[in-house]
T-cell receptor
Framework: GAVVSQHPSRVICKSGTSVKIECRSL??????MFWYRQFPKQSLMLMAT?????????EQGVEKDKFLINHASLTLSTLTVTSAHPEDSSFYIC?????????????FGSGTRLTVV | RKEVEQDPGPFNVPEGATVAFNCTYS??????FFWYRQDCRKEPKLLMS???SGNEDGRFTAQLNRASQYISLLIRDSKLSDSATYLC????????????FGQGTTLQVKP
């Protein structure tokens, strides 16, 4: 089945530094990638949608200059948290789709737990 | 109002019990509905899709009521391994393919 590899799985960084998270679709071409954030005991919140070769579409309240998304190829999307602060500590998960909207249309990465100290 | 609402629980039930989770969604244009399961500190995994006619997969039964914008999940004969958070998920009702997640309902099955 479709697999999305996300790394790192866990990262601890100092406040003010930037962190890059990668998501790769291993056996399919991901035309669209979704980036989610999940705080403890809360739901997954969609941050942005990225389509290969075009600018990402950010959800309301998500700062595009702080969360840089690049989807330069059909198999790779990256999320860079710039100038991270402790309040950015969260679980970040990507999801990729080949464009279908049905059951098999969405594949999730295993998530990245970011801790900013 | 949240786009997808669930009772967060937790639901604490003994092994073998039957438990039901409910979910409501606000966007009447939504077309696709799912239940996902999320274990602690892991990514969500698709449990089952939800169809208008209702569908069953082993001990799990999902129902959809479009008129009431209501989705349910029934788990029969609960196992210890069913302990997890169950997420009600709805597509965004547009061509973007966005999924909207509920807060999740936590189930704890005890021996």
């Amino acid at each position: 089945g479709a697999v999305v590899s996300q790394h790192p799985s866990r990262v601890i960084c100092k406040s003010g530094t930037s962190v890059k998270i990668e998501c790769r679709s291993l056996d399919f071409q991901a035309t669209t990638m979704f980036w989610y954030r999940q705080f403890p005991k809360q739901s997954l919140m969609l941050m942005a949608t990225s389509n290969e070769g075009s600018k990402a579409t950010y959800e309301q309240g998500v700062e595009k200059d702080k969360f840089l998304i690049n989807h330069a190829s059909l198999t790779l999307s990256t999320l860079t948290v710039t100038s991270a602060h402790p309040e950015d500590s969260s679980f970040y998960i990507c999801s990729a789709t080949q464009g279908g909207r049905g059951v098999s249309g969405y594949t999730f990465g295993s998530g990245t737990r970011l801790t900013v100290v | 109002r949240k786009e997808v609402e669930q009772d967060p629980g937790p639901f604490n039930v003994p092994e073998g019990a039957t438990v039901a989770f409910n979910c409501t969604y606000s966007n009447s244009a939504s077309q696709s509905f799912f239940w996902y399961r999320q274990d602690c500190r892991k990514e969500p995994k698709l449990l089952m899709s939800v169809y208008s006619s209702g569908n069953e997969d082993g001990r799990f039964t999902a129902q959809l009521n479009r008129a009431s914008q209501y989705i349910s999940l029934l788990i029969r004969d609960s196992k210890l391994s069913d302990s997890a958070t169950y997420l009600c998920v709805v597509n965004g009702g547009s061509n973007t393919g966005k999924l909207i997640f509920g807060q999740g309902t936590t189930l704890q099955v005890k021996p």
